[in-house]
């Protein structure tokens, strides 16, 4: 992986293309959690894309990609959110057809779909896509008590959804 980021820093289109389907399921995975919505989801990576696409040369350690990409597709999602605070937009849009998970996979995203959003994305960021603490204190400018915190207490909320189930 580091070698491909070398070459999309240098320019390397096709490396840059390699680099964004590598991590095409965990920008979904976290856009969708802030979002809720697929296409607002669709829009955030795209927007992600082209952002890191024109501003690859700022990044500053290699080793940082995820969380540097993370981070911008964060920032890209918050901007669609204040859109349609700003719109105000009356009820949900309707989500296109889901596509094929397991029943695991399901169960949790709609679990997830119960709890607070500060405990959501704090849960995918962990448990779906496997950052630390750390990381996700840096991702989310929070201190890592605090995402220890939102940690514990999104866990007592999926225990508690799944006893009213």
């Known amino acids: 992986m580091q070698a491909l980021i070398e ?35 669709a829009d955030a990576i795209q927007d992600t894309i082209l952002t890191c696409f024109e501003k690859l040369h700022t990044l500053e350690q290699q080793a940082y990609f995820k969380t ?5 597709l964060i920032n890209k999602c918050n901007g669609i959110l204040r859109h349609h605070q700003r719109e105000h937009l009356p009820g949900e ?8 998970v397991s029943l695991a996979e399901f169960e949790f995203k709609e679990v ?21 603490i750390p990381e996700i204190a840096e991702l989310l400018n929070l201190n890592k008590n605090t995402v220890k915190t ?12 799944y006893l009213e189930k």
């Open 7 to 41: 070459k999309a820093v240098q320019g390397d289109v096709e490396a840059f293309l390699e680099l964004m389907d590598r991590n095409s399921l965990a920008m979904y995975k976290v856009a969708h959690a802030i979002l809720n919505n697929d296409e607002d989801a």
């Open 68 to 72: 540097w990409i993370t981070r911008i």
């Open 93 to 100: 849009l309707p989500e296109p057809a889901r596509q094929d």
């Open 150 to 161: 939102r940690l514990a207490r999104g866990r007592e909320q999926i225990r508690t959804a």
């Open 112 to 132: 997830l779909k119960l709890i607070d959003e500060k405990y959501r994305l704090i849960l995918v960021f962990y448990y779906m896509e496997g950052f630390n």
